[in-house]
């Protein structure tokens, strides 16, 4: 009995809040710039793959949504799970169902309300700027190396080699000076013995000297090259494998900008980036490109017809050729890298967006690691975590020396090796 | 006080053992003459030659490795990011409710969950290795049929044909099984009864408290057995029950027990626990007051005590023996002192001393204070009176068919030999052992079960206490769940016991417990927690037993022959997880050998028989007599084993096992025998005779010594507490400086550390330690620790990062060596240590590393790098703790090893390995981290959360094994934290991140701390509430 009552007053309660909802204000396109500013890292990352703001792309454009659309919640509605709006028979929704050959929406029932009225802000605001804003990219550019620049290292070779090659010019002229003067003036038989022995290239390279300083020599650069040819075992900069479907990254990341934690969708949280597995790909790819030959190789994969749009249930995992490999020994984890100190993905893979087929970008050894733990600053901003490690760095070095990793530990084996 | 104890860690120390003082200084034994350890220098040159040729030959082209997405990515599974769930532990009637840590969809660690009422997020060690036992190679891949190989329509329409037949013909069928815990089990098991009207469902235990059942019935009018609650108890008598080790529900007790053991300077009490036993239990190891009786003697304690609380109550008194035994009077004293705070067990299955210890619970008020009979407990159900003829009908060809569910009686019921004989003349044998065991063998079907982690089931551990399993990982072999074979043969169809488990909780539970939710949110909630707890309803009791009859029944002492205590291991339990490397190479708590089995003798026995143990565990075999049965098996001399007794462990000498447990030890459970109806675990009589075979027992109590330092243990006891808790840090070493003597801390050749983000360190409490060994467990499995088998154990290469130091000690100031200790030895008191890296910071490994592969973090930490290493081994000659262990040889990947170590060496095995720490090669050392990856990734998550590291979300896996809070981790830069709480830390000002911290917990105290290397784990004195006592003029 007093379940059933406090039943009915539940239903009460939100049959009320439902009724007094569309008139709170949560239920309105925010124009406050945080919201907008929110709405578009949501955006960017969530509905950017698909959906442009002034270009029908594999959704239709953005702009002017608010006229087409039949209300706000009804929006929020479709985001949230437009399956369920189609099934429920509402028109505008089967309607755009069908315009866009029957390709589903990604559900997005982690947004919340708020979220999507800031991404409608974002949305706005955007189409209403001018066309053709020129997207100015910035880059941060590599900071320069410490110490003397190689230029000056250069320079001061070449100096010290003319230097020398003078020095050789003024000793042959003194050598030649002094003979004369001997020449002229009378010898015993010992004195001319030493003065006409004569220097040939033979008796120079015989000298002991000679000998020692040659075989230093070879032997400091072959010691060298050894060393710097071990070093490069396991290296394998540049390393572009033929993997077994040509995904271009170009196209992806590139010309069409989608973004990086669609498909890498481990990145933010934890130790694997993860290589997309083919049901992401379908998010697309049931509409775009599907007669081509290895967008084919991904139905195989995932066991798709793309005759009737059905799925046998039969999958055949792909096999990629792994580019980055790290030891076992060495704990790598991209949610520290990505999330918490928020490096972009370019800093370490390199040009991603423009690569044809993907190479191993930077080092990976563990000399790379190191330089930067040691360049790069703590990334501390609006993160309590650092917050006492920063204030007491700042005590003890002084508010304008950055806390850079090394300080908090960054090179220590156990970070990495355990 | 306690530095005049003299504390030993085995009879060879005591005795001077010439074994022992040769090895005493070095940790590792020489390579012996027949070992080929090393190669020659010429091998060593063709070896180098070879391998750079390999090196540049394999840098020409590296070795391609692929990287396999998922086809369909599960929803919630993220390569790297580890998944919990709630589930249940259940083998037999062992019950643990457990969280369990999956990777990539792969169990690799089982933790104890916390929301249960009845284990409280505690573990053993046996539910700790459990999950390795899933990877077991010798489960089977498929039902068979005999020796064949079938699929499982055949084996049902077989099964299914002869049943019927069986039934038509009127015979009868019988379903063998252990103690039952789900409620669902059983309902599948009456669905099978209706089907087939002459089935009867038979249980039993191997470890069998009938007695008690019976006793209580006897009583109270049920048959039942109460919940105990040692946690209100100020004194605790027991009788031969190891309620710690084995006894009904160790997990629970120990948790209530440790409860009652914390002290501090605010609460300067705790209870007193008299123990009366016959061997040195892991629970008299414990006690206060222990006294070494004859099993014959048990029920004499008992009818003793009943008789003085009787006198003091003014109830009539029993005929009882009256020869005197020590801490009779006193504890029976104490216990009416504290009525309705007092709790006597007793460890026997004869009825007739139970119903005698349920009298003298009435007496001390303890129904209703200590001991909840509104919870009923259903860990141990078995019937051996049922049982026993179940076996007379099968011998005796009265049974038509017979389906072994989930047990394995030919091993482990003590008329097994004549079962498992027997069993061919019954018509249909099937067994659902999940491997092919002795029973298993002995049937002719084969319908394996899932591992309990591949399992649907439920579970009521307690009246009105349940809980959920669920499968943690597909099921890896053709195996099915042992419930659906059974619906299914009982004509239920292709049945699916998910199904019928989630049906019951919705007519059983759901109407009670839904408060309003659907259905679906109340199934999914309960399958979270793992849990679902109703209140008890309470229930009175009057006790109608009949003492006299009972004390007239008590077995006498008999004249002749030894007395022979029959007791389950402490780590292969009852022998079900005999194949379990983890279990096999846990040191007994108590004997600390490994991979053994062994009876235990007395001190003055061991020289009338003439067996003598050296310092190597070198022995001989004893062969002893019960009855008509006879073993062989080498004797270990026990201090604080009663004269006259011996103890034989079960769960050996299994012979259908696998690899791992073939040929260790005999099997002890035909020993066992029976009185006043139910099954006897001491049995008197027995005959030994020393054989001349010679034997070596693989034990590590006296590896990695201290060099005779002391300081190493801080005892006292509660008066001594009370009056001054810091005596003992009063007396503790000093150090002379230039002019006067100062505290061994003060005076450093460093200059210390700051940590200004964490300062991490541990708290051991050796007062609530019990030395179960589940933390070593727990560190083995989270660690990827290598078991080393049998002879590298006698080699002193066990590889165990966290081991647990046994030290005996005798209250006397005689001189090591001197027959005065000798005597003192027959009955020890016992300390158990854990004793793990110690994370100096002064860490004296750090410096003398040539390469730096050993370093100090910002954290303190001492940091291990493997890649760096090359194995001097520097490290480990300069530890004084002997902590580190190094890799003699490649534990993984090495047929060598394929026996003792599984996890490293098969496939199947390999699937249990934490991917978040590295598989050490050889020649590198290692030791314990202070689970650093638990460490990292906790950071890891509060960064992502751009919030500051909370207490208690990075904690070791030692600590989160340990059911009796012993060992609390955290960060000691938090104020808040509960290390630092319980330590009371301050910060010093001059300098408050350095690692000179303030600790104001007067039993916290520094192993070693006079040598200065200042470590960060603190341990709290032992203390034991013993009188003082007075010295003898």
Redesign the interface.
Known sequence: MMNYRAARFSIFLISAFLFLAPSLSAQTVPTDDESVKNGETLFKNNCYSCHRVKEKWTGPALAGYQNRVPSIEWTIAWVKNSAKLIASGDEYANKIYNEYNKSQMTAFTNLKDEEILDILAYVEVEAAKPDAAPVVVTEDGAAPAAGVPSAYINAIIIGMIVILLLLLVVLGFIVSTLKRVVENRNLSEEEKEVVESPITLSTVTRSPGFIFLVIFLVTTVGFKTVIDGLFTIGVQQGYAPKQPIAFSHKIHAGENEVNCKYCHTGVMKGKQANIPSPNICMNCHTQIKTESPEIKKIYAAIGYDPATGTYSGKTEPIKWVRIHNIPDLAYFNHAQHVNVAGIECQTCHGPIEEMEVVYQYSLLTMGWCIDCHRKTEVNGKDNAYYDKLIQLHEQSKGKNNKMKVEDIGGLECAKCHY | MSNTKTYWKGLPQLTNDPEFVKHADKEFVEPGKNEDLGHSRRDFLRMMGFSMAA?SL??CE?P??????????PEDV????PNYYASTYINGGDYCSIVVKTREGRPIKVDGNGLSGVTKGGTSAQVEASVLSLYDNYRLRGPKAGDKSTDWQTLDSEVIAKLAEIAAQGGQIRIVSNTVLSPSTKAVIERFKAKYPTAQHVQYDQASTYGMLKANEESFGTAFIPSYDFSKAKTIVSIAADFIGTWVSPIEFTKQYAATREVSAEKPEMSRHYQFESILSLTGANADYRTAIKPSEEGTVAAQIYNILASKAGAASLAAPANPIEHVEKAANELWANRGKALVVAGSNDKAIQVIVNAINTLLDSYGNTIDASRPVNFRQGNDEQMGAFINEVTGGKIGAVIFYGCNPVYDHPKGAELGAALKNVALSVSTSSTEDETASASAYKAPDHHYLESWNDAEPKKGMYSLSQPAITKIFRTRQAQESLLVWGGNGQADYFEFVKENWKNWFYGKAGN?MDFQSFWDKCLYDGVLEFPAEPVSLTFKGDLNAAAATLSSAQAGGYELVIYESYGVGNGSQANNPLLQELPDPITKAVWDHYVTISISDAGKLGINNDAEGRTQKLTLTVGNQKVTVPALVQPGQKQGTMGIALGYGRTKVGKVAEGIGVNAYPLIGMANGSLSYAVAGVKAEKTDENFQIAQTQIHQTYMGRTNVIQESTLEEFKENPKEWLEKSAKITDWEKKVDPSAVSLWKGHDY??HHWGMAIDLNTCTGCGACVVACNVENNVAMVGKEEVINRREMHWLRIDRYYSSASDAPMNSKELEQAAENPEVVFQPMLCQHCNNAPCETVCPVA?T?H???G?N??????CIGTRYCANNCPYKVRRFNWFKYHHNQQFYQANPAMNTELGRMVLNP???VRSRGVMEKC?FC??RI?TG??N???E????KDGEVITACQAACSSGAIVFGDMNDENSRISQLLDISKPEERP?GIDKKIGNPRAYRVLEEIGVKPNIFYLTKVRNKDREKKAV
Do not use: F, H
Request: glycine share 4%; proline share 6%.
């Open positions: 090196v394999a840098a590296a391609i490795r692929k990287a396999i997405p998922y086809a369909n990515k993220d390569p790297g990011i309003g200004k983000n592969a370093t973090s910002s954290e930490l940091q291990m790098t493997y890649n760096r978040e720490v590295t981290s650093v990856q990292q950071k890891l509060a960064k992502k751009r919030r500051p590291l991140y």
